[in-house]
């Protein structure tokens, strides 16, 4: 059996770092509800709490999550070993190094305060390294191949990494380390390209790739269509390339960015729609064994969470819709939707997919793994609903012209409820973690259930 060290130490990497980035927002949460409670630790405060548990979920949980399935799935579906594993460990340890600096200095107040861009010029140099150690794997993985035909997992996987070096080095303006900011308007524009990127061409592309494997593996069937994924995958590339600008709908940036951005990211549908019918398709009449898989269980219950925050996504772009929803919870309750509930949960499910056969042995507890899948649907739900009601209090509390303190006190409980729901997450982040440290290291090998 190959070593797939690589993806073990991402999957670790991604275990631990959950952990973090929950216990970082429920203190951000606990902020909210009582600003007074450790308000003299800076390092605690809101605003570095805030994007260090941001930049923790899309960089250290999520990313290496879906990173430690590709590490996987390209050399199985090459039919060859991963070029280097030797490269692949160099990568993780920097990669871990990269995150922790990054949030040392979040910390330590060394931010550029541009939302999903706050790490300073070195972190996002160590980041820009990362991806381009992982093109070199993967496509040297890829050129070794014994597999003619290149699954769409593959395709998803290269455009990701490929993608993703070049909007984070554009979004972070790399060449202007002092601020990496441009001036202006035009700073605006780039930030939300590249914003939008880190969904759109980042985790989206890894999560249909992990989807497009764990699911036919699941059900043993194959897609359902190839020629649908092939559509799908460069519908995304053309539509989701162009969207970025649906957060500055209500910013004086040129009128024909906002239509272009209001056009496509309705016709997002396209690319979504046929991922899904796909995918589908494919699970069509095989519940049954997906419920029975763990990982399959978490990537399905993943691809269901993608409809609703496409959907519900494409509708926020309308500028009617966003009068109400921009500026307030409701776009946070999209964000956990999108970014926990389907590439968090795709993530998740790729690692229990991958992690008995990465070692050769069931998971450590198929029980704890379910656990944590209930906690993080209740969780997620629960956000859902509460943030949404918040932000429908907030956005029309807006529009009729209220000022902000006014409404605090009526807030107020459904923050106490985001804090007790977190609860829940984190709780399912730290079972994660044992899960996944006693599945690698300490694994006695017998414990199904
Ligand atoms: C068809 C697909 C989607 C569309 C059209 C869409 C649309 C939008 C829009 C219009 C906003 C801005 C709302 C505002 O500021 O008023 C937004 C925010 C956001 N979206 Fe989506 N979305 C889609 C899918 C996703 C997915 C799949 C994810 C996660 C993987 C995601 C994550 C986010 C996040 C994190 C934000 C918050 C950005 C911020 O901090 O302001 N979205 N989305
Ligand atoms: C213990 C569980 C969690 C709690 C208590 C929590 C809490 C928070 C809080 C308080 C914010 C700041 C909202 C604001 O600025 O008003 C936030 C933002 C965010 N969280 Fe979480 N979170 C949790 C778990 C997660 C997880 C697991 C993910 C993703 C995998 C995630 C993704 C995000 C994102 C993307 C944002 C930025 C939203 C935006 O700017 O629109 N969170 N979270």
Excluded at 38 to 44: D, F, Q, S, Y
Excluded at 309 to 334: D, E, K, Y
Excluded at 404 to 425: M, Q, T, W
């Amino acid at each position: 059996m190959e070593s797939y060290r690589t993806a073990k130490a991402f999957a670790l990497t991604s275990a631990f770092w959950f952990a973090v980035a929950t216990t970082f927002g429920l203190l951000a949460a606990g902020y909210l509800i009582a600003p007074d409670f450790l308000a003299n630790i800076g390092w605690v405060h809101f605003g570095r709490t805030r994007p260090i548990h941001v930049n923790l979920v899309l960089f250290g949980f999520v990313t290496p999550g879906l990173l430690a399935g590709a590490f996987y799935m390209v050399p199985k579906l090459m039919r060859t070993p991963l070029y280097s594993e030797t490269l692949g460990l160099i990568n993780v340890v920097l990669w871990n190094l990269t995150v922790a600096s990054g949030i040392a200095g979040l910390s330590a107040g060394y931010s550029q305060a541009r939302e999903y861009a706050e790490w300073i010029w070195p972190v996002d140099m160590g980041i820009v390294v990362n991806f381009v150690l992982i093109f070199i794997n993967v496509v040297m993985t890829i050129r070794r191949r014994q597999e003619p035909l290149l699954f769409v997992s593959v395709w998803y996987v290269c455009a990701a990494v490929v993608m993703t070096a070049c909007t984070y080095a554009l979004g972070n303006v790399i060449w202007n380390p002092d601020t990496g900011a441009l001036a202006g308007i035009s700073d605006a524009i780039i930030l939300w390209f590249y914003g939008h990127n880190i969904f759109g061409l980042l985790l989206t592309p890894l999560s249909l790739a992990v989807a497009y494997y764990v699911i036919p593996k699941v059900t043993r069937t194959p897609l359902y269509s190839h020629t649908l994924s092939l559509l799908g995958f460069w519908g995304l590339l053309v539509v989701y390339t162009h969207i970025g600008t649906h957060h500055l709908l209500q910013v004086p940036v040129p009128t024909w960015l906002k239509v272009i951005a209001i056009v496509d990211s309705i016709g997002m549908v396209i690319p979504v729609m046929v991922f899904l019918i796909n995918i589908w398709y494919t699970a069509k009449g095989k519940l049954g064994e997906i419920h029975a898989d763990i990982g399959g269980k978490f990537v399905f219950t993943g691809t269901i969470m993608y409809f609703f925050v496409s959907i519900q996504g494409s509708m926020m772009a309308l500028p009617q819709v966003q009068r109400v929803t921009h500026f307030n919870n409701w776009v946070v309750g999209h964000a956990h939707v999108g970014v926990l509930g389907f590439a968090g949960m795709t993530a998740l499910g790729g690692l229990y997919y991958i992690l008995p056969r990465l070692v050769g042995r069931p998971i450590y507890s198929r029980f704890l793994a379910d656990l944590q899948y209930w906690l993080i649907l209740i969780g997620v739900s629960g956000f859902t609903i509460v943030l949404t009601i918040v932000g429908l209090i907030q956005g029309n509390a807006w529009l009729n012209g209220e000022t902000v303190y006014r409404i605090l006190p009526e807030v107020h409980i459904y923050y106490v409820l985001r804090v007790a729901i977190g609860v829940l997450i984190a709780s399912s982040a730290y079972i994660g973690l044992y899960n996944v440290v006693r599945t690698l290291f300490f694994n006695p090998g017998v414990r199904e259930k």
